[in-house]
């Protein structure tokens, strides 16, 4: 019988996501020469190349595009249905936060799969920026949080790695203004300082059009024509489009997505939620970036 291997599965997907057998290796706690041998089996076992060399990186072919959409599937099943299970009677509350940029997407998507399985647990969820909700998981006044940030002080593990990009209105063209208008979050996100490092060093003129802590407020601002903002992939809206070195834009880095949690939160309950995220963040598309791209 040709039964797929869940682990070379999750090795797979961590390639695709990464775009290097190198950083998917520390993703899955693997070595290169382990993650290779992997994907030549995986290769083998449905007889097709899922993988181009594109000088450092590594490319999908359009097989492995395929497969990477049934093997999200199966590992998001595989890891429900151990979750159904392995504690139907948990009980509990739990105080979770995470940023609003991510609420719309990650909020149906994790919470939602999680309360199904879960019932008997009640969740209360607390929006702010990553730095603010960072500082509350510190002080215990939540107990896991979704945040964007590599320093974690020990409090947590980064889940996801996500491209950043310039984002404008669809039907409108305010990146082509000088100076370039910008609405971007307050000064401690990471996403602000990277936009005004890479436009610094690109000598590109811009001004602060509008500074808030709301993502809704940013993305109004830039769905109206009126500036252009910095967002993770799962944090495009519709309606918005990417942007570019062809519109005269600067690249951007990636961003981590951590689980951040407090010191007391050690329970069975806290180990469901933090073990559920995880699957649903690594399992998670991004189907408006397709879109916003065109």
């Not at 889940?159 to 404008?168: M, N, S």
């Not at 990417?242 to 951007?252: N, Q, T, V």
């Not at 689980?259 to 690594?282: D, F, K, M, Q």
Request: proline share 4%.
């Amino acid at each position: 019988m040709n039964v797929l291997d869940l682990d070379q599965l999750r090795t797979f997907v961590a390639i695709s996501e990464m775009g290097s057998f190198t950083a998917a290796a520390d993703v899955v706690h693997k070595t290169q020469s382990a993650v290779s041998m992997q994907m030549r089996r995986l290769e083998e076992r449905i007889g097709r190349q899922i993988f181009v060399r594109d000088g450092r990186q590594s490319r999908l072919t359009e097989d492995g595009r395929r497969l990477q959409e049934y093997a999200r599937r199966m590992i998001r099943l595989n890891d429900e249905t151990l979750a159904a299970f392995a504690d139907p009677g948990a009980v509990g509350a739990i105080r979770f936060g995470m940023p609003d940029d991510y609420a719309d997407r990650l909020l149906p998507t994790v919470l939602a799969g999680f309360s199904r399985i879960n019932p008997g647990i009640e969740i209360a969820v607390e929006c702010q920026s990553s730095h603010a909700t960072m500082e509350l998981v510190r002080e215990g006044k939540l107990d896991l949080a979704i945040v964007t940030s590599d320093d974690l002080g020990g409090r947590g593990e980064v889940i996801r790695r996500e491209q950043l990009h310039w984002v404008g209105a669809r039907d409108h063209c305010a990146h082509e203004l000088d100076p370039l208008p910008l609405a971007l979050a307050e000064e401690n996100c990471v996403w602000r300082r990277s936009a005004i490092k890479e436009l610094d060093a690109l000598g590109r003129r811009f001004r602060l059009a509008y500074s808030s802590g709301s993502a809704a407020a940013l993305s109004g601002a830039v769905l109206a024509g009126l500036a252009i903002s910095v967002l993770a992939e799962s944090s495009i809206r519709p309606n918005m489009r990417i942007l570019g070195p062809r519109e005269g834009l600067p690249d951007l880095p990636s961003c981590s997505i951590a689980l951040a949690r407090a010191e007391h939160a050690t329970l069975p309950i806290h180990e469901a939620l933090a073990g559920h995220v995880r699957a649903s963040l690594g399992n998670l598309q991004a189907p408006a970036l397709l879109a916003a791209a065109e």
